[in-house]
């Protein structure tokens, strides 16, 4: 199976400060297509996860344009340019090139 | 307006069963491929069995392989999870999500979970 390492697990920001999140797969997401299938999540306490960025880069309907993906094979990274308060939750990168699985998940908090 | 609406978790004694369900509305159910992701308490997303348009092919995680059963009734717009000889480890909130957009590979609709809780 394919493995999902994200770094930090925690991330204290200052709101309207930007924000990184590093993904790193095991082996290379490229499917066969050529396309790479790496998306981004994320998710509230008590609340499903929400779709922010699709095939490493694609903007899901309704994200605001302050997040971002970027990256290619094995190295993926999801930016805020700006953070809000409404932004803190646990980010998840998942691949659904081989199989389906996700990464450990990164805590974003306000400092 | 889409919805996923998980139903049937349950406080199970470590070997027993449950069969959860996921009732879905607004869209075109029979089109598309329906997935089951967990998330045991605290921790982490785990996709755990997927299923496609006619019930053909389904998929799931080795941690669950023998034990559970994905199904799906397109005439009732339902997919099912049968979770038999059930683990402490199986603990968890199960989520349904389908992937809408065409090609995405990306699951942008989302129940709200249905607790399973396995405990002696």
């Known amino acids: 199976d394919i493995v999902m390492t994200q770094t930090p697990l925690s991330s204290p920001v200052t709101l309207g400060q930007p924000a990184s999140i590093s993904c790193r797969s095991s082996?290379?997401?490229?499917?066969?297509?050529?396309?790479?299938?790496l998306s981004w999540f994320h998710q509230r306490p008590g609340q499903p996860p929400r779709l922010l960025i699709y095939?490493?880069?694609n903007r899901f309907s309704g994200v605001p344009d302050r997040f971002s993906g970027s990256g290619a094979g094995t190295d993926f990274t999801l930016k805020i340019s700006r953070v809000e308060a409404e932004d803190v939750g646990v980010y998840y990168c998942?691949?659904?090139?081989?199989?389906?699985?996700f990464g450990q998940g990164t805590r974003l908090e306000i400092k | 307006e889409v919805q996923l609406v998980e139903s049937g978790g349950d406080l199970v004694q470590p070997g027993g069963s449950l069969r959860l369900s996921c009732a879905a509305s607004?869209?075109?159910?029979?089109?598309?491929?329906m997935h089951w992701v967990r998330q045991a308490p605290g921790k982490g997303l785990e996709w755990v069995a997927n299923i496609n348009q006619d019930g053909s092919e389904k998929m799931y995680v080795d941690s669950v392989k023998g034990r559970f059963t994905i199904s799906r009734d397109n005439a009732k717009n339902s997919v099912y999870l049968q979770m038999n000889s059930l683990r402490a480890e199986d603990t968890a909130v199960y989520f349904c999500?389908?992937?809408?957009?065409?090609?995405?590979?990306?699951?942008?609709?989302w129940g709200q979970g249905t607790l399973v809780t396995v405990d002696s």
């Open positions: 999500a389908r992937v809408s957009v065409p090609g995405s590979r990306a699951f942008d609709d």
């Open positions: 082996q290379s997401l490229v499917y066969s297509d050529g396309n790479t299938y």
């Open positions: 998942m691949q659904l090139t081989q199989s389906i699985t």
């Open positions: 607004g869209f075109t159910f029979s089109s598309y491929w």
């Open positions: 095939k490493i880069s």
